[in-house]
């Protein structure tokens, strides 16, 4: 169920919902500018849904909130799930290479037909965005001189024909005909349609950053800068709380830095150990790439001896095709590669709301824990039907691999999340490691780590300076320039022992092994070896081609999305 709450039949004074605290007022939140209900549906055969919906002001999550009331009068702000996106990214994924689709998204992801169609800007934007840009902008017949120079000539020159050239730029048919090549990937259904699905908050920037096989730089450097070197950027990126006109950047490709910036940003004091970056206070940290959480442990102090770190495990496609080079072969297992971010600090995080002081993956901790313990609570002092039927659904579709395993029923499943997230949220409160739950682990919901999740911010290096320490390393060697076998700096603490004892996946795959030794990869030359093998693999699928018909060669990178 994704935003059943705004189904004209189903709303929140419906029969079928329960406002899981019954201790709350009306108007009250469960969690900051947010509402708890649990929704049953169908009727007579009822599952249980946890929905949570945005109360305003105080909500101040993504969406286009500042133009529902022209774009959205009717929505019921539903809030879709995390098992909502998660299971729609793997979905989207899927298809993007089951069908040769690029995993692309629109500049301005919530655009809409009617009200933005005869908007210059917004066309200009969207246009060159896009890494077919010149072959459509051709064939729309857009003067792509006029286009890229901007200002009142373009204006004047998509006056008569701007409508036509936006929606043909999504290849709608009209009385010239369907537009190809056009747009090809991911877009809304408000974008050139009738309806504004998916809504106003739905989350296109957390959805791109799941679709993305990308890896990022960790910090930013100041757009506005003329220094050498650059001065680092203490903004948060726009996307954590994006609005209808924030632009859907990748921050690799459009970086303000680039490699020689970042290199000359590590530290002299240890140069052959781990690429120890030198920053300032305030200086914001994100995630490499999407992956699953296996620890972490946000420091209460400022000890340096106890640094705070953050323990990912990616999954990298990276081996080609047998028939095409050049394409990733999706249906080879990835390689098991793993980042340690560490030296980082989240002043005034808290494990029972949420906050801007907290990394986007403990928010999103925080929101499951609460619906499960208030869902856990309103089942023991409510245990009537037809709620009781809906704890006890069963769902139909077995657990793999075996088909005689069936999934828990619903009621399982959140009592054993609950269970499971309780400990942990006390141990990230006390400053401890924390280790988190794998799916495998009796239908636990693990806590996924998304591409450029905020992470808190640098903290003091050992010898005292401000920095972050990032290690990117797998057990069996890659083919990456400068690769050597080191063990993992944090390898001696006590935590290490367990996060590398079992296998940590679902799957069989290669442990970790005790003593720490890996093979390691500096940042830059990881995210350039793979960064490049991803888009030489997406590239293909725009089916670019030139006057002759012939395949356009792989530009170097992707078209510029942040300046335009």
Not at 26 to 38: P, V
Request: hydrophobic residues 40%; charged residues 20%.
């Amino acid at each position: 169920m994704a935003d059943g709450g705004d189904e004209d039949a189903i709303v929140p004074t419906a029969a079928q919902f329960r406002r899981l605290d019954s201790t709350a007022g009306a108007t009250a939140a469960d969690l900051t500018g947010m509402q708890l209900f649990g929704l049953l549906h169908p009727g007579n055969v009822e599952d249980l849904n946890l929905i949570w919906f945005a109360m305003f002001p105080a909500y101040t999550g993504p969406g286009d909130i500042d133009r529902t009331a022209t774009r959205y009068p009717s929505w019921q702000n539903t809030l879709f799930t995390e098992r909502n996106y998660r299971s729609l990214a793997l979905l989207c994924r899927f298809l993007a290479e089951k069908n040769g689709i690029p995993r692309n998204f629109p500049l301005l992801p919530y655009a809409s037909v009617h009200h933005d169609a005869a908007d210059a800007d917004v066309f200009r934007k969207l246009l060159l965005a896009d890494p077919l840009s010149a072959q459509i902008g051709t064939k729309l017949g857009v003067n792509m001189v006029v286009a890229r120079a901007g200002g009142a000539p373009f204006a004047a020159a998509y006056k008569n024909p701007g409508p036509e050239w936006y929606q043909r730029f999504f290849g709608l048919t009209l009385q010239h005909g369907r537009s190809t090549p056009c747009f090809r990937g991911f877009i809304s259904h408000m974008i050139n349609g009738h309806h504004p699905c998916p809504g106003p908050l739905f989350d296109w920037h957390r959805f791109a950053r799941e679709v993305w096989d990308w890896w990022w730089y960790p910090f930013d450097f100041d757009p506005m800068s003329t220094s050498d070197p650059k001065n680092l950027s203490t903004s948060l990126r726009p996307y954590r709380q994006a609005r209808g006109d924030t632009p859907l950047v990748e921050y690799y490709f459009d970086a303000v830095g680039a490699d020689i910036d970042y290199n000359a940003r590590k530290s002299l004091l240890n140069p052959t150990l781990d690429d120890r970056f030198t920053l300032n206070a305030r200086v914001p940290m994100f995630a490499l790439a999407n992956g699953v959480a296996i620890a972490a442990r946000l420091p209460i102090t400022s000890d340096p001896t106890i640094a705070g770190f953050l323990f990912t495990r990616h999954e990298v496609f990276h081996v080609p095709t047998p028939f095409t080079a050049a394409r990733i072969n999706y249906d080879q297992a990835p390689t098991y590669v793993w980042s340690l971010i560490s030296y980082v600090a989240a002043p005034g995080f808290t494990i029972s709301q949420l906050s801007d002081a907290n990394p986007d993956w403990l928010n999103r901790f925080v929101i499951r824990l609460k619906e499960t313990e208030l869902a856990v609570a309103f089942n023991k002092d409510h245990a009537t039907a037809p709620f009781t039927r809906g704890w006890s659904h069963q769902p139909a579709a077995p657990m793999l691999p075996s088909a005689t395993v069936r999934r828990p029923t619903t009621g399982t499943s959140i009592e054993r999340d609950a269970t499971a997230y309780r400990p942990i949220a006390n141990d990230l409160a006390a400053g401890k490691a924390a280790f988190f739950p794998l799916a495998s682990e009796n239908d636990i919901t693990p806590v996924t780590i998304l591409l450029g999740d905020y992470l808190g911010t640098a903290d003091t290096l050992p010898g005292g300076a401000l920095g972050v320490q990032v290690e990117i390393f797998s057990v069996n060697k890659l083919d990456i320039p400068g690769a050597a076998q080191r063990a993992v700096s944090l390898a001696n603490e006590s935590w290490w022992s367990f996060a590398s004892g079992p296998t940590r996946f679902e799957v069989s795959a290669t442990d970790l092994p005790k003593n720490g030794m890996v093979w390691k990869y500096s940042m830059t030359d990881f995210l350039h070896w793979i960064n490049g093998i991803t888009w030489a693999s997406e590239w293909p699928k725009y089916g670019a081609v030139d006057a002759a018909s012939a395949p356009v060669p792989l530009p170097l990178r992707p078209n510029s999305r942040a300046v335009l």
